[in-house]
Protein backbone atom coordinates (compact mmCIF):
# COMPACT_ATOMS: atom_id res chain seq x y z
CA UNK A 1 0.00 0.00 0.00
CA UNK A 2 1.21 3.38 -0.92
CA UNK A 3 1.99 5.68 2.06
CA UNK A 4 2.63 9.47 2.45
CA UNK A 5 4.57 11.58 4.56
CA UNK A 6 5.19 15.30 5.30
CA UNK A 7 7.32 18.18 5.63
CA UNK A 8 7.32 21.05 7.63
CA UNK A 9 9.62 23.75 8.98
CA UNK A 10 10.10 25.69 12.39
CA UNK A 11 7.88 28.71 12.90
CA UNK A 12 9.38 32.25 12.26
CA UNK A 13 7.24 34.23 14.50
CA UNK A 14 4.58 34.05 17.33
CA UNK A 15 1.84 33.78 14.90
CA UNK A 16 3.24 31.29 12.45
CA UNK A 17 3.85 29.13 15.47
CA UNK A 18 0.05 29.11 16.02
CA UNK A 19 -0.29 28.38 12.38
CA UNK A 20 1.81 25.42 12.15
CA UNK A 21 0.34 23.79 15.43
CA UNK A 22 -2.90 24.09 13.93
CA UNK A 23 -1.32 22.76 10.54
CA UNK A 24 -0.16 19.69 12.42
CA UNK A 25 -3.73 18.80 14.19
CA UNK A 26 -4.80 18.51 10.87
CA UNK A 27 -1.94 16.75 9.22
CA UNK A 28 -1.48 14.16 11.88
CA UNK A 29 -5.08 13.29 11.58
CA UNK A 30 -4.55 11.61 8.75
CA UNK A 31 -1.86 9.12 10.16
CA UNK A 32 0.76 9.93 7.40
CA UNK A 33 4.23 7.65 8.11
CA UNK A 34 5.85 10.18 9.18
CA UNK A 35 6.30 14.17 9.39
CA UNK A 36 9.66 15.53 8.75
CA UNK A 37 10.89 19.22 10.57
CA UNK A 38 13.49 21.07 8.78
CA UNK A 39 16.33 22.24 10.85
CA UNK A 40 17.62 25.51 12.00
CA UNK A 41 21.42 25.75 12.42
CA UNK A 42 20.69 28.98 14.85
CA UNK A 43 19.81 28.18 18.54
CA UNK A 44 16.06 29.26 18.66
CA UNK A 45 15.08 27.72 15.27
CA UNK A 46 17.06 24.47 16.47
CA UNK A 47 14.44 24.45 19.89
CA UNK A 48 11.57 25.12 17.45
CA UNK A 49 12.48 22.42 15.17
CA UNK A 50 13.08 20.05 18.58
CA UNK A 51 9.93 21.28 20.19
CA UNK A 52 7.95 20.18 17.03
CA UNK A 53 9.71 16.99 16.79
CA UNK A 54 8.66 16.24 21.08
CA UNK A 55 5.18 17.45 19.90
CA UNK A 56 4.96 14.61 17.61
CA UNK A 57 6.08 12.01 20.03
CA UNK A 58 2.92 13.02 21.49
CA UNK A 59 0.96 11.83 19.16
CA UNK A 60 0.92 8.33 16.92
CA UNK A 61 3.17 10.05 14.00
CA UNK A 62 6.87 9.38 14.00
CA UNK A 63 8.64 12.47 13.52
CA UNK A 64 11.98 12.73 11.56
CA UNK A 65 14.93 15.47 12.17
CA UNK A 66 16.62 16.62 9.40
CA UNK A 67 20.40 17.53 10.08
CA UNK A 68 23.00 19.36 7.76
CA UNK A 69 26.65 19.20 7.77
CA UNK A 70 26.54 22.82 7.22
CA UNK A 71 29.62 24.47 9.87
CA UNK A 72 29.76 21.34 12.20
CA UNK A 73 32.34 20.54 14.10
CA UNK A 74 32.47 16.56 15.20
CA UNK A 75 31.61 17.06 18.69
CA UNK A 76 28.96 20.01 17.93
CA UNK A 77 26.88 17.77 15.35
CA UNK A 78 27.19 14.67 17.96
CA UNK A 79 26.28 16.56 20.60
CA UNK A 80 23.26 17.66 18.58
CA UNK A 81 22.43 14.04 17.21
CA UNK A 82 22.62 12.58 20.94
CA UNK A 83 20.06 15.65 21.51
CA UNK A 84 17.43 14.18 19.60
CA UNK A 85 18.03 10.40 20.03
CA UNK A 86 17.51 11.49 23.82
CA UNK A 87 14.29 13.00 23.23
CA UNK A 88 13.49 9.94 21.70
CA UNK A 89 13.79 10.98 17.90
CA UNK A 90 15.24 7.95 15.79
CA UNK A 91 14.87 9.33 12.20
CA UNK A 92 16.91 11.34 10.59
CA UNK A 93 16.85 13.30 7.16
CA UNK A 94 20.68 13.76 6.48
CA UNK A 95 21.63 16.09 4.07
CA UNK A 96 25.04 18.21 3.61
CA UNK A 97 23.29 20.82 3.00
CA UNK A 98 23.77 24.46 0.87
CA UNK A 99 26.06 27.07 1.16
CA UNK A 100 25.02 30.18 3.72
CA UNK A 101 23.66 33.12 1.90
CA UNK A 102 26.27 35.42 1.26
CA UNK A 103 29.25 32.97 0.66
CA UNK A 104 32.37 33.67 -1.49
CA UNK A 105 32.53 30.80 -4.55
CA UNK A 106 34.86 28.18 -2.94
CA UNK A 107 34.48 28.85 0.26
CA UNK A 108 34.82 25.89 2.64
CA UNK A 109 30.82 26.15 4.48
CA UNK A 110 30.94 22.17 5.60
CA UNK A 111 33.23 21.99 9.02
CA UNK A 112 34.50 19.11 9.49
CA UNK A 113 31.62 16.83 7.83
CA UNK A 114 32.11 17.08 4.38
CA UNK A 115 29.24 14.80 2.84
CA UNK A 116 26.05 13.25 3.58
CA UNK A 117 27.73 10.15 3.94
CA UNK A 118 29.61 11.09 6.55
CA UNK A 119 27.29 12.33 8.62
CA UNK A 120 25.15 9.74 8.38
CA UNK A 121 27.75 7.24 9.19
CA UNK A 122 28.07 10.13 12.62
CA UNK A 123 24.31 9.42 13.14
CA UNK A 124 24.93 5.31 13.54
CA UNK A 125 27.94 5.84 15.65
CA UNK A 126 26.30 8.32 17.88
CA UNK A 127 23.85 5.85 18.48
CA UNK A 128 25.68 2.48 19.12
CA UNK A 129 27.68 4.33 21.39
CA UNK A 130 24.53 5.89 23.03
CA UNK A 131 22.24 2.02 22.91
CA UNK A 132 25.44 -0.42 22.08
CA UNK A 133 22.45 -3.72 22.96
CA UNK A 134 18.99 -4.16 24.35
CA UNK A 135 17.76 -6.51 26.85
CA UNK A 136 14.56 -8.74 25.48
CA UNK A 137 12.37 -10.86 27.34
CA UNK A 138 12.52 -14.64 26.08
CA UNK A 139 9.02 -15.83 25.85
CA UNK A 140 7.87 -18.89 28.21
CA UNK A 141 10.94 -18.01 30.50
CA UNK A 142 9.75 -15.18 32.54
CA UNK A 143 12.63 -12.85 34.08
CA UNK A 144 14.75 -14.03 31.38
CA UNK A 145 16.77 -11.82 29.14
CA UNK A 146 18.75 -11.87 26.42
CA UNK A 147 20.85 -9.40 24.48
CA UNK A 148 20.13 -8.00 21.52
CA UNK A 149 22.12 -4.94 19.06
CA UNK A 150 20.62 -1.66 20.48
CA UNK A 151 17.81 0.36 18.23
CA UNK A 152 18.50 1.11 14.89
CA UNK A 153 17.54 4.52 13.25
CA UNK A 154 16.14 5.32 10.02
CA UNK A 155 18.55 7.85 8.12
CA UNK A 156 17.14 9.16 4.93
CA UNK A 157 19.39 11.24 2.59
CA UNK A 158 18.56 13.46 -0.49
CA UNK A 159 18.12 12.15 -4.16
CA UNK A 160 18.04 14.24 -7.33
CA UNK A 161 15.92 13.30 -10.52
CA UNK A 162 17.17 16.17 -12.27
CA UNK A 163 20.77 16.12 -11.00
CA UNK A 164 22.00 18.16 -8.30
CA UNK A 165 22.82 21.62 -9.22
CA UNK A 166 26.49 20.80 -8.66
CA UNK A 167 26.94 17.21 -10.08
CA UNK A 168 28.82 17.27 -12.96
CA UNK A 169 26.84 14.03 -14.42
CA UNK A 170 24.04 11.71 -13.47
CA UNK A 171 26.44 9.32 -12.78
CA UNK A 172 27.85 11.33 -10.40
CA UNK A 173 24.16 11.60 -8.61
CA UNK A 174 24.30 8.17 -8.80
CA UNK A 175 27.80 7.42 -7.48
CA UNK A 176 26.54 9.73 -4.48
CA UNK A 177 23.41 7.91 -3.70
CA UNK A 178 25.16 4.55 -3.82
CA UNK A 179 27.91 6.17 -1.10
CA UNK A 180 24.91 7.60 0.69
CA UNK A 181 23.80 3.96 1.15
CA UNK A 182 26.95 2.41 1.78
CA UNK A 183 27.08 4.79 4.55
CA UNK A 184 23.86 3.54 6.08
CA UNK A 185 21.10 5.65 4.95
CA UNK A 186 17.70 3.83 4.30
CA UNK A 187 15.69 5.72 2.34
CA UNK A 188 15.79 8.37 -0.30
CA UNK A 189 13.61 11.38 -0.77
CA UNK A 190 13.46 13.34 -3.74
CA UNK A 191 14.35 16.62 -4.40
CA UNK A 192 10.97 18.49 -6.01
CA UNK A 193 10.48 17.79 -10.03
CA UNK A 194 6.92 18.72 -12.28
CA UNK A 195 7.02 15.51 -14.43
CA UNK A 196 6.77 11.73 -13.57
CA UNK A 197 9.15 10.59 -15.80
CA UNK A 198 11.35 12.55 -14.64
CA UNK A 199 11.59 10.61 -10.79
CA UNK A 200 10.39 7.17 -12.60
CA UNK A 201 13.68 7.03 -15.35
CA UNK A 202 15.60 7.96 -12.02
CA UNK A 203 14.21 5.01 -9.89
CA UNK A 204 15.51 2.87 -12.81
CA UNK A 205 18.56 4.50 -13.71
CA UNK A 206 19.14 3.95 -9.69
CA UNK A 207 18.02 0.57 -9.33
CA UNK A 208 20.01 -0.64 -12.23
CA UNK A 209 23.17 1.29 -10.38
CA UNK A 210 22.67 -0.97 -7.48
CA UNK A 211 20.39 1.55 -5.20
CA UNK A 212 17.49 -1.01 -3.10
CA UNK A 213 16.77 1.30 -0.61
CA UNK A 214 13.31 2.88 -0.77
CA UNK A 215 12.92 6.26 -3.12
CA UNK A 216 10.02 8.15 -2.07
CA UNK A 217 8.87 11.01 -4.41
CA UNK A 218 8.64 14.63 -3.05
CA UNK A 219 5.80 16.72 -4.40
CA UNK A 220 4.38 20.32 -3.57
CA UNK A 221 1.00 21.76 -5.23
CA UNK A 222 2.41 25.17 -6.66
CA UNK A 223 -0.46 26.96 -6.27
CA UNK A 224 0.48 30.68 -7.57
CA UNK A 225 2.77 31.72 -9.98
CA UNK A 226 4.62 33.47 -7.09
CA UNK A 227 5.49 30.30 -5.50
CA UNK A 228 6.40 28.35 -8.73
CA UNK A 229 9.31 31.26 -9.39
CA UNK A 230 10.32 30.93 -5.66
CA UNK A 231 10.76 26.97 -5.72
CA UNK A 232 12.57 27.69 -9.09
CA UNK A 233 15.15 29.66 -7.96
CA UNK A 234 15.99 27.55 -4.87
CA UNK A 235 15.86 24.41 -6.87
CA UNK A 236 18.03 25.78 -10.07
CA UNK A 237 15.74 23.70 -11.57
CA UNK A 238 14.47 24.13 -15.31
CA UNK A 239 11.13 25.98 -15.40
CA UNK A 240 8.18 24.00 -16.04
CA UNK A 241 6.61 26.48 -18.58
CA UNK A 242 3.28 24.90 -19.20
CA UNK A 243 2.34 25.04 -15.62
CA UNK A 244 3.21 28.29 -15.50
CA UNK A 245 1.35 29.32 -18.70
CA UNK A 246 -1.88 27.95 -16.84
CA UNK A 247 -1.03 29.46 -13.61
CA UNK A 248 -0.49 32.63 -15.12
CA UNK A 249 -3.43 32.25 -17.45
CA UNK A 250 -5.87 31.34 -14.35
CA UNK A 251 -8.06 34.58 -13.63
CA UNK A 252 -8.18 34.56 -9.66
CA UNK A 253 -6.31 32.96 -6.72
CA UNK A 254 -9.04 30.39 -6.60
CA UNK A 255 -8.52 29.45 -10.07
CA UNK A 256 -4.78 29.08 -9.84
CA UNK A 257 -5.29 26.59 -6.59
CA UNK A 258 -7.15 24.98 -8.98
CA UNK A 259 -4.70 24.64 -11.40
CA UNK A 260 -1.92 23.63 -8.51
CA UNK A 261 -3.90 21.07 -7.10
CA UNK A 262 -4.80 19.53 -10.21
CA UNK A 263 -0.95 19.39 -11.54
CA UNK A 264 -0.02 18.08 -8.27
CA UNK A 265 -2.93 15.40 -8.39
CA UNK A 266 -2.05 14.38 -11.97
CA UNK A 267 1.69 13.88 -10.52
CA UNK A 268 1.12 12.16 -7.70
CA UNK A 269 -1.50 9.18 -9.74
CA UNK A 270 0.82 9.13 -12.39
CA UNK A 271 3.66 8.15 -10.04
CA UNK A 272 2.08 5.73 -8.24
CA UNK A 273 0.54 4.14 -10.71
CA UNK A 274 4.55 3.78 -11.95
CA UNK A 275 5.53 2.10 -9.08
CA UNK A 276 6.40 4.93 -6.46
CA UNK A 277 6.05 3.55 -3.37
CA UNK A 278 4.17 6.70 -1.65
CA UNK A 279 4.65 10.26 -2.23
CA UNK A 280 6.37 12.75 0.01
CA UNK A 281 4.84 16.03 0.48
CA UNK A 282 6.29 19.52 1.12
CA UNK A 283 3.42 21.35 2.52
CA UNK A 284 5.01 25.30 3.05
CA UNK A 285 3.73 24.31 6.56
CA UNK A 286 -0.06 24.58 5.53
CA UNK A 287 -2.56 21.65 5.18
CA UNK A 288 -5.33 22.34 2.92
CA UNK A 289 -3.60 21.80 -0.31
CA UNK A 290 -1.38 19.06 0.58
CA UNK A 291 -4.53 17.20 2.20
CA UNK A 292 -6.59 18.22 -1.11
CA UNK A 293 -4.13 16.45 -3.47
CA UNK A 294 -3.64 13.44 -1.44
CA UNK A 295 -8.07 12.71 -1.05
CA UNK A 296 -8.08 13.50 -4.72
CA UNK A 297 -5.19 11.07 -5.28
CA UNK A 298 -7.21 8.57 -2.91
CA UNK A 299 -4.32 7.13 -0.97
CA UNK A 300 -5.54 9.19 2.49
CA UNK A 301 -6.11 6.35 4.92
CA UNK A 302 -9.02 8.54 6.67
CA UNK A 303 -11.32 10.70 5.35
CA UNK A 304 -10.53 14.94 5.90
CA UNK A 305 -12.45 16.87 7.92
CA UNK A 306 -14.75 19.71 5.92
CA UNK A 307 -12.51 21.86 8.89
CA UNK A 308 -9.73 21.62 6.53
CA UNK A 309 -11.12 23.22 3.40
Not at 61 to 80: E, F, I, K, Q, R
Not at 269 to 274: E, F, M, Q, T
Request: net charge negative.
Amino acid sequence: MATYSFEMYPPRSAASELDLYETLSHLVATEPEFISVTYGASGSSREASLGILRHLMTTPVHPMAHLTCVGWTYSDASSVIREFLDAGVTSFLAVRGDPPIGSAEGEDFLGDLKSAGELVQLIHLVQEEREPYSQLDVRGFPGTKRISRGEKVTIAVAAFPNGHPRSRSIQQDLDTLLAKQAAGANLAITQLFFHAEEYLQFVERARGAGVTMRILPGIMPVVSPARLYRMIDLMEEKMPENLLERLVAAETPEHQYAVGIEHATTLGRDLLAGGAPGLHLYTYNKHKAVLDVLDAVGILTTTPTKEHA
